[in-house]
């Protein structure tokens, strides 16, 4: 095509003449400003070698359809239709393209901001404040991460902590890679802005979980929440459980399991297996089979009926799990499943929705005696400084285990005013900021606690109706047993809280997620569409990013810079940036101390090494 615009003439002269101008200048002019532009790539050199790939490689066509057109392309018949170039160069269109490069450079360049901080190596410069560690994780056989570092502010005004959170909320397992930084003032007070994103679904509820820093929804369908377009696209997997282990993906789906596709374990010949998770090497499970009854009763012989709990020793070099290899218990009571886990040091714990609560460290044994007449569930767990926190029904408040028991902490979170006090159910927890964040059931409470303070703050309700009262215990109680519907299926769920970014998502729901109908009256008028909501709010002085998996170390840094610019970066790559309101207590630094590293509101480290210092 070039050479149409040549005279037709076809000897090596014309066409050089023709293919330089059509083909190698402009190629080599427009990857050469590219490449130039790409100094200051905010990935630094790695940032440059992908421009470079993508321009000089992308665009290698033109480089080639100079030597077709001007020495090796052979044209016996000619060639038709020609318009020959101009003798001259035109000064006007030479002065276009130009201009439009002055313009982008040095008018629309400098306006560029990676938000939301400058150049990741102008922080580390001017940092008042930098963290550096060598992390070493060793081998991952699904134990938590825990904390980094955690270390008050010479000044005594602030925190500054960084880890990773072991939570694990009804349904879903909170992303184990992310690690968080968080400066936390030890006053208590926090501000905080909210953003309600489009729904996800149809239906009054869902839950969310995220993976490699993206946030899923789960409801009649797995849908990706997109931040470019502001819109949730239908997920390509069904799979609701899922977990990073190294660089490999678990997915358990349907009671089987697979890893990175493959086939690792295919559900029983009787019965269902239920809630999977993967920790200490063990894939843990439920599995239970009714027999053909319903309702819940005692164990008597597993033909009539009964439900085991499996810890099955497997890790991804392994090309299925060995069930002969298993550490099994016969459940007390049959119909027994999980709403969480939970991992103390190197045990792991998992409480039925009958009350029994199971402890394996190389072994089973029960710490609580399942009853099926009394409630007693536990739907979230996480690890808290020392302790294990465990998230309660009927009393709505956490339980503690170090070990030994499982015990109630009186007053955590406190019951909000105007609301029953029966029935309630602390149901979601993360720590988001470096505070302990918890949702409770029937009013849609979100509560948040701090450490430095130690004081709690009621957040919010998450739906803004009906109003409160103290004379029925749940929302719409009499109106839902009057239509002959389940009198608390209004109720209101905080059903998920997952820090992503700079952002905690929360998710609301009814008691089951369920279509609204015209006969729902009293949920009318959209106000149905307050069920199955996700908020997104922000707080100053927080970010979160996954990391990447490496075999033996990696380098992390945690900077603030004193414009209140907060960063992550891994072996010299920018993960994340954030900003906090408030840097007096950053000017003042910390002391370094042993006392800093591996413990903190995440938990115990858990990986095989860690060094940190300051600068």
Request: proline letters at 6%; aromatic letters at 12%.
């Amino acid at each position: 095509m070039a050479l149409r615009f040549g005279t037709g003439v076809l000897d090596r002269e014309q066409r050089l003449c023709v293919a330089l101008p059509m083909l190698l200048i402009p190629y080599l002019s427009v990857n050469v400003v590219m490449t130039t532009l790409s100094y200051g790539h905010p990935l630094g050199g790695t940032g440059m070698a992908i421009v470079a790939m993508k321009t000089w490689m992308g665009n290698s066509p033109f480089f080639w359809s100079f030597f077709i057109a001007g020495y090796w392309a052979a044209f016996r018949d000619g060639i038709d239709r020609t318009s020959p170039l101009p003798e001259t160069a035109s000064i006007a269109w030479i002065m276009l393209p130009a201009g439009f490069v002055a313009v982008a450079v040095g008018i629309l360049l400098p306006t560029v901001n990676f938000y939301p901080s400058p150049r990741l190596d102008l922080i580390q410069e001017v940092a008042t404040m930098k963290i550096s560690i060598t992390l070493d994780r060793g081998e991952d056989r699904g134990q938590n991460f825990g904390t980094l570092f955690e270390a008050r502010t010479q000044d005594g005004s602030a925190v500054v902590g960084a880890g990773f959170q072991g939570v694990y909320n009804t349904h879903h397992r909170i992303d184990r890679h992310v690690v968080q930084f968080f400066l936390r003032p030890t006053d208590g007070e926090r501000t905080a802005t909210t953003q309600l994103l489009p729904r996800s679904t149809e239906l009054a509820g869902t839950y969310l979980f995220d993976l490699d820093g993206e946030i899923y929804s789960s409801s009649e369908d797995v849908r990706k929440w997109n931040p470019s377009t502001q819109a949730w696209t239908v997920d390509g997997s069904d799979a609701r459980e899922r977990m990073r282990l190294e660089t490999r993906v678990l997915r358990f789906d349907g009671g089987s399991a697979t890893c990175d596709g493959v086939s690792i374990l295919t559900p029983p010949d009787r019965g269902t297996y239920y809630r999977f998770f993967y920790a200490h090497g063990h894939l843990f499970f439920y599995h239970t089979y009714w027999a053909e009854q319903d309702g819940y009763r005692l164990h008597t012989f597993d033909d009539d009926g009964f439900s085991k709990l499996y810890a099955c020793p497997w890790s991804p070099l392994e090309s299925h799990v060995d069930m002969e290899r298993a550490q099994v218990i016969t459940l007390p009571v049959v119909g027994e499943v999980p709403f969480s886990y939970g991992q103390y040091h190197d045990e792991v714990l998992t409480c039925s929705n009958i009350g029994g609560v199971y402890v394996f460290d190389g072994s089973w044994r029960m710490i609580v005696t399942p009853e099926i007449e009394t409630s007693y569930q536990v739907y979230s767990m996480t690890n808290f400084y020392d302790r294990l926190l465990l998230a309660q029904y009927p009393t709505g408040k956490l339980f503690e285990y170090s070990g030994e028991e499982v015990t109630l902490i009186e007053g955590w979170p406190p019951v909000m005013e105007g609301v029953s006090t029966s029935a309630r159910e602390a149901q979601t927890l993360a720590i988001y900021g470096g505070d302990l964040f918890v949702g409770v059931w029937p009013w849609a409470e979100m509560w948040r606690y701090s450490p430095d303070a130690d004081r709690w703050v009621f957040n919010r309700r998450m739906l803004s109706h009906p109003p409160t009262t103290d004379e029925t215990v749940h929302p719409y109680e009499n109106e839902s047993a009057a239509a002959g519907i389940v009198h608390n299926q209004w109720g209101q769920r905080v059903t998920s809280l997952v820090p992503n970014g700079t952002d905690l998502m929360i998710s609301t729901s009814a008691k089951a997620p369920t279509l609204w109908e015209p006969a729902y009256d009293w949920v009318g008028d959209g106000k149905w569409k307050e069920y199955g909501t996700v908020t997104r709010m922000t707080m100053p002085g927080v970010v979160c990013a996954p990391l990447q998996w490496t075999e033996g170390p990696t380098q992390l840094e945690f900077a603030i810079d004193d414009e209140g610019c907060m960063s992550i970066t891994q072996d010299g790559v920018a993960l994340a940036f954030a900003k906090t309101d408030d840097t007096s207590g950053v000017q003042s630094g910390v002391a370094d101390s042993d006392q800093m590293w591996k413990r903190g509101i995440f938990g115990e480290f858990g990986g095989i090494k860690l060094e940190g210092w300051l600068g």
